[in-house]
Each structure stands twice: as C-alpha cells, then as structure tokens.
C-alpha cells in the first residue's frame, strides 16, 4: 500500500465508523436526550419522547431521495401535514415490533392531514426491505438510505435528530420537527406525538 493512499482509507474507515456510531443498530443513548449542542430547546418526557415548543422549532435539512419502490419523494412536498418519519431496517427486532402500530395508525389518519414516510437504512438488499414492508402491510412509502446519508445529513446539529434504529421524527404543518423518539413505538405513544400537533392552528 503506498503512503498516498494510506491517510485516504483511514479518513474513509473513520467515516464509515462514525455513521456506524450515529446510527447504533436498535439502541439510544442513555437519557433519551441527546441532539446536539448544549443549547437545545426541547424537553424529554417520562416517557421517553422529546418535544419542542411551536415557536422554538427548525426545519430539518433536505430529505428526499428514491422510495424502495424507485419512486421521487421529496419531504418538503409534504408541508402542511403533519409529517411522521420513521427510521427502521428489516434487521431491527424493535422495527418489527413497532412496525404493525405504524400501519394501524397509519392507516388510521389516512383521511386526515398526515403523511407517513419510513426511512429505511442499513439494508443492502432491497428486497429484505419490500419483504418486511410486505409482511406488515406498510401502505405508505419508503425512502431506501442504506448507507443513512439521508439521515445523517438531514438534521442540524442541536435538534431532534434520528440517533438510533428504530427512530421516529414527527414535523407539524410547517415541516418543522417538533417530536421525536429514540425507541420502538406502540400505537398509543405513537398517537400521542401526532395528535397534538394535529390539533395545532
């Protein structure tokens, strides 16, 4: 190996450690409370769901990209719904157990104005992820981040950020985050993040 190429492949193995690090496979940190920079302005509750007041929110960066299915989604197309974005792998025991919840409300708020949008990552095979989306009867669409660039480059620093598999996001009307959670969701929990925002003028 020459000298040249040396310090090129130890800044790509330390790259691929730190997204391996930032998306710890089925696990969060310890407090449930971890998104950045000291000068955060959201408050975890028992539990473990972290919200932002209306008037302290941002918008997370561009999430957009191509759905397991090939299709061009754009999350920013989706304002003015409520918009819940949930990060998964069909490796994930957790994602399994919160994946039929996800459909159930889902399928649920289908007639109101919320959009759902699975992020599913860490999965080389494509078809692992149809499979799964397949066996739990996720309707809505996908976007397929095996790498989690998505994920990685989709958040500011100092918000509510998706740190682990499973995660879930929620964005109110003006695609700002406003909820999120570092854990596997049932449909109670999941709801619980929805409907106040819903309600929201």
Known sequence: MSLSRAPRRTLLAAG?????????????????????????????????ISTVAKGERTAPRTIAGETLEGEKLDVADLKGKVVVLNAWGSWCGPCRAEAPHFAKVADAFKDKDVAFVGLNTRDPNKQQALNFEEEYEVSYPSLYDPAGKVILNGFPKGTLNLQAIPSTVVLDKDGKIAARALMALDEKKLRSMIEPLLAEK
């Open 16 to 48: 691929i450690l730190s997204a391996a690090v930032a998306l710890s496979a089925c696990g969060s940190d310890s407090n449930g409370k971890s998104g950045g920079g000291g000068g955060t302005n959201f408050v975890t509750n028992t539990g473990g």
